[in-house]
């Protein structure tokens, strides 16, 4: 909480006005019952209109002033508040995308989301009763106990005898709800990741016919969380009358032994009202300090959830001063390259070796979960190796920036991801300012004109979140369209050509070759067709390169390959 308030500091004038008006709104409230009681004793019990009609405006003016500041000071702490709410969503945001894939595995989406949207929230309602009630509750607690003895100091036992039951009926309840506020947290996030996983997993939960099951995991996590809220409105709903009744009981006890002053003439009735509205001024402002101590420990919660976002060591930084760039450009080298997954036992990839230089097509071939993808992934620096270092332009990319460093890649990844938006505009995301043509020649070369020209918006039809609304082979077509369009250093290709039938791939990879003739390439595949005219096959079997070559040389010196291949080609093309 604390920590989070180094954010408020932009505010600072703000929060310097509205004290003052709090301040100002306070010492009206305290004003005004002292007036009343002037009206009551002097000018009523002495039937002076004049009097009454001077301090009655009076009270008038100063009540309209008082709340005037109350307006403003309210207006100013919900500016305030929202501000600084925006700002915390700003750098959550901000340090969530400087997160690594590492880092996104160790939290989790759902919690991520919550952080940033529920548990701002939070803060933001924290802020509005902090900033105005830090100032009002002591000042009318402190100041009401000064005029109420001003008033009358034979009353004050009564005050005397309320407070401290006040305070015990809260302290029984705050006992048992307090731990309740903490866990509200962590059920919204268990809800919020149920929901997510169903969502994202409609299909697969449809084509299992898990709806039902889905239903009752999703039910569970919503029951848990309703009992929860419920247990925690029973107590605050226990609690509200509660103060209101001890808030009254109060008051009657005040007329009570007030009337029996007045009757033997020590007190006026005046001075008993205001007495009575200093008493309820100051429980009142009693009970604001105890919502503040309700909400304060929930608010809490939400401040070191979103402290732990903002406070996670990154794995993969930006070196402070990173090699400016050399005239080199395309070569990739891997230099015995080690590499483990956090948290794993055995190396994704060991002792990986070798280099490719620019105009070269190098394709990666191995099974399922041989590390193919994990190879690639250190080359845009995903992750960074256990050992060894992977070069790119002669220089380790540990030693560079992350922006430069992608800046030469035109990346296909395995698992397409479209965005929300037109198709122009998710090829576009490969390069800000591409101009209508650069697009269509991109759609061009990776096929995918076709199939746009034949929907009827064309470049301008909507892509579904998630790019639902197209194939996946079309999918794959557009991802391949949007890194071409960056006229990279180096294109990688992770099973880009998976979901295409044989004629879509050939026409792509010979469309594909004068496009990036000049790059490094990377491909990676699972059929032998598209990588037997590669310069370089590295052949990669349990995350070792089992051997390298091209597929002549392969042919002969490596069993792993020749499996492969003969699983795949007939005998007379073996041949
Ligand atoms: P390929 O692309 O060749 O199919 P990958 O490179 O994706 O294989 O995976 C290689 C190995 O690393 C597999 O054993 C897989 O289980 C493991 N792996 C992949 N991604 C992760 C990850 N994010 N965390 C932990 N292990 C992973
Ligand atoms: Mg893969």
Known sequence: MIKLYRFLKQYKAYIGVIILLLFTQVLSDLYLPMLMADIVDKGLANKDINYILKIGGFMLLIAAGGTGCAIMATYLSSKTAVGFGRILREKIFAKVESFSLHEFDKLGTATLITRTTNDVTQIQQVSVLILSMMVTAPLTCVGGVIMALQQDKSLAWVLVVAIPILFIVIGVTLKRGLPLFKVMQEKIDKLNLVLREKLTGIRVVRAFNRIEKERVRFDV????????????????????PAMMLIMNLTTVALIWFGALRIDDGTMQIGSLLAFIQYATQILFSLLMLVMLFIMVPRAQVSAVRINEVLETELDIIDPQKPKPANSKRGFVEF????????????TALSNITFSAKPGELTAIIGGTGSGKSTLINLITRFYDVESGSVLVDGVDVREMSQKALRAKIGFVPQKTVLFSGTIAENIKYGKEDATREEIEHAAQVAQATEFVSEIEAGFDHQIAQGGTNVSGGQKQRLSIARALIRKAEIYIFDDSFSALDFKTDAKLRAALKPEIADATVFIIAQSVSTVRDADRIIVLDDGQISGMGTHKELLKTCKVYREIVASQLSEEELA
């Open 221 to 240: 996590a919503n029951a848990d969380l309703m009992n929860n809220a419920i247990q925690v409105n029973v107590i605050m709903a226990v609690l509200m």
């Open 335 to 346: 230099k015995e390259v080690s590499f483990r997954y956090p948290g794993a036992d055995q």
